[in-house]
């Protein structure tokens, strides 16, 4: 997280973190964990803890170590081609559905997901929170949970940023309706905050609550615009899909 | 040995009987006669009362005569100084002397011989009931035409006992009604009627007759009614005094009717019928009975009926409703079995909530369901009260037997992210 503040699991306790790479995903529920597909594209079991703010050894032998039972990837998410940097995120989306339910409580607790309706569109602007332990503008990666409010904008900026070392050319990246471009100068998610949520108040309710409009996806750099997943373009696969797979309930 | 004649002769006699000497004979005849003693010569030193020497004749410890001084016949053509006649057959002679300085009395000479006794008039008490008959040496007794003599030979009684009565419905009399009844019997009467039915008397007060009783309230001749462990009577007077219709509760009921020597009266009828047995209209709780009657009797089935969450219970299996019968003795059937209210069991537990623990599971009991707030919410917002419901099970009015779903709250940190302004 660039630009952002320590934060506290408490503060996002939806945030699950992935080890090995290091990313992020948002808990929707009970059994099922929403995130990048590229978190996931190559790692079909992937080693998750939640309700940690800290990373320390100490810390994730105290956390809650999820278990995945499988992963699924959007099936229009293509896959990587390892000879060239990849430049299309689109559908970068997947859900991992966890062996066992996970028991909520203060630092365990689900995000919820966008309505469908037109209040959740979002517009330049809205402010959103992101969250995570990727690098910042000091470190690599950091031990301790990190959050940022960080504006939405127009898809057409994040389509202006320039690499300062291109690995491809800027007519390459791929950027559609299913993203969200979102940042600010110095305010932006980056490498090992992927898959985790970019959330934004639930329209027109009187307590503060928070559904998760974005996944972090990708950016051409860090530190000022960063591209998101469009979780709303997603809510019908994401029902359909755990529906599919939800075995039989087991209260 | 008893003998038919004998002598009695004091000490030494004719010669004077020596001092001092008490000497008894027991005279005894046979059987059902009496004894006739005489003297023919006393020669007893005189004292007042006889109190010095005498003759004693005692019967039955009774002393009867005592003699003493010198007697002569009365009678120039009888030899006899004194007689005595007893009705019984036995009798002691006593001779009784004491020291005595004066002249010499040779004593006395008694003969006894066995007579005759007519038991028939001899006596205060009649020795037979009807009809005595004397001859020598005893008697016998005999009785009227109907009348048969009992076993202890003295009795006369009519022969009334025997008769049973089966049919359903029937008429009983004493004998000779209304004619005045036989002394001296007893009459013994069953009503037999098969199981199921009750033996139901009624008697017209006036049907009834019979020696009133006596100042303390015994009853000389008696009607008495006997079913099973309940007896009702004895009955007397004139006119019945007892209830004129007697629910015996039975289906036998024994009939005696007791007549003592005197007092006969015109005696009395009655009627009975046999009732079926009824049995009583309980009123069970929780059940309804079918078909519902006012009154149930013998052999009558019912369906009770548990009303809605209760059930009957038999072992380890449960059902709604049960037959009972009524039976002969008038009790029902499965009289045992009760409806009781249904048990629901200790209700289901459900991830991330929790139910109360209910002070009993049975049919009516409310219990809510909670999830754990404020991480999980109830997925129905009515979905937390279930009631025991009559087929056993705990049922909410919106998810049926479904348990509630306890969702995890979305959306809602413990805390505030605070983006610090710089």
Redesign the interface.
């Known amino acids: 997280i660039f630009g952002g ?1 320590p ?2 699991i ?5 945030q699950v973190f992935f080890n090995h790479p290091t990313a992020g995903g948002a808990l ?3 059994y099922w964990v929403l995130t990048a597909a590229h978190v996931v594209e190559k790692n079909s079991d992937p080693s998750m803890y939640a309700g940690i703010t800290a990373l320390r050894l100490a810390d994730l032998e105290n956390a809650q170590r999820l278990y995945t039972k499988r992963v699924i990837i959007h099936p229009g998410w293509k896959e990587d081609d390892d000879l060239n940097p990849r430049t299309n995120f689109d559908n970068d989306i997947a859900l991992v559905q966890l062996k066992d ?1 996970v ?5 365990f ?5 966008p309505g469908t309706s037109s209040e959740y569109n979002l517009s330049p602007g809205d402010m959103g ?1 992101i ?1 995570g332990w990727g690098r910042t503008e000091k470190r690599l990666h950091v031990i301790n949970l990190r ?3 960080v504006p939405v904008t127009s898809l057409e900026t994040c389509k202006q940023v320039k690499e300062e070392n291109p690995t491809a050319r800027p007519e390459d990246y791929v950027i559609t309706d299913n993203m969200i471009c979102a940042g600010e100068k110095g305010v932006d998610s980056c490498k090992g905050d992927s898959g985790g949520a970019f ?1 934004f108040q ?1 329209p027109n309710v009187k ?5 998760v409009a974005g996944l972090v996806s990708w950016g051409k750099k860090c530190g000022a615009y960063g591209v998101y997943t469009k979780v709303k373009n997603y809510v019908d696969w994401i029902l359909k899909t755990m529906q599919e797979n939800s075995g039989p309930r ?2 | 040995e008893p003998t038919m004649h004998g002598e009695i002769l004091s000490p030494n006699y004719p010669q004077a009987y020596p001092n001092d000497v008490v000497k008894s004979w027991d005279i005894e005849v046979p059987e059902g006669f009496g004894i006739h003693l005489y003297f023919t010569h006393v020669d007893i030193e005189p004292s007042e009362s006889c109190a010095y020497d005498s003759v004693q004749i005692i019967s039955g410890g009774i002393e009867e005569g005592r003699l003493c001084g010198q007697r002569t016949s009365k009678s120039p053509n009888s030899p006899i100084i004194e007689e005595f006649q007893f009705p019984y057959n036995k009798l002691q002679v006593v001779f009784t002397s004491d020291f005595s300085i004066e002249e010499q009395f040779t004593g006395f000479a008694a003969y006894y011989t066995a007579i005759d006794v007519n038991e028939c008039t001899d006596f205060t008490d009649v020795p037979c009931s009807h009809f005595c008959n004397n001859f020598i040496g005893g008697y016998f007794c005999s009785c009227p035409p109907e009348y048969f003599l009992h076993d202890d030979m003295r009795n006369c009684g009519v022969n009334c006992s025997g008769d049973v009565f089966t049919a359903l419905i029937g008429e009983i009399s004493s004998p000779n009604y209304p004619n005045p009844y036989p002394e001296n019997s007893r009459c013994e009467y069953q009503i037999q009627l098969q199981e199921g039915f009750q033996v139901v008397v009624t008697m017209q007060r006036e049907d009834f007759d019979v020696e009133p009783a006596d100042s303390e309230g015994n009853c000389p001749d008696s009607l008495t009614f006997a079913a099973k462990n309940q007896q009702f009577g004895p009955y007397c007077g004139d006119g019945f005094p007892g209830p004129l219709t007697i629910r015996t509760q039975s289906n036998t009921l024994g009939i005696v009717f007791q007549t003592d020597l005197m007092g006969q009266k015109k005696g009395w009828k009655l009627r009975y019928h046999g009732d079926p047995i009824s049995c009583p209209k309980e009123s069970t709780a929780n059940s309804n009975w079918e078909p519902d009657k006012a009154k149930y009797v013998f052999k009558d089935v019912v369906k009770i009926t548990c009303v809605d969450g209760f059930e009957v219970v038999e072992g380890h299996v449960s059902s709604t409703s049960y037959y009972s019968t009524c039976q002969s003795d008038g009790q029902w059937s499965n009289s045992g079995l009760k409806c009781q209210p249904v048990y629901c069991g200790i209700p289901d537990p459900i991830a991330n909530g929790k139910v109360e623990e209910p002070e009993n599971s049975v049919f009516g009991t409310v219990i809510h369901y909670t999830c754990e707030e404020p991480y999980y919410y109830m997925e129905h917002e009515e979905g937390g009260e279930y009631r025991c419901a009559a087929n056993g099970r705990w049922v909410n009015d919106q998810l049926g037997i479904e348990l509630p779903r306890c969702i995890p709250v979305c959306g809602v940190p413990t805390e505030p992210f605070q983006v610090q302004q710089k």
């Open positions: 503040q934060a506290k408490e503060n996002f306790p939806w929707i529920n009970e339910p028991k909520m409580g203060p630092k607790s689900p995000i919820c997901l929170l969250s959050g940022a409010k959330a639930v307590a503060p609550k928070f559904y087991k209260d």
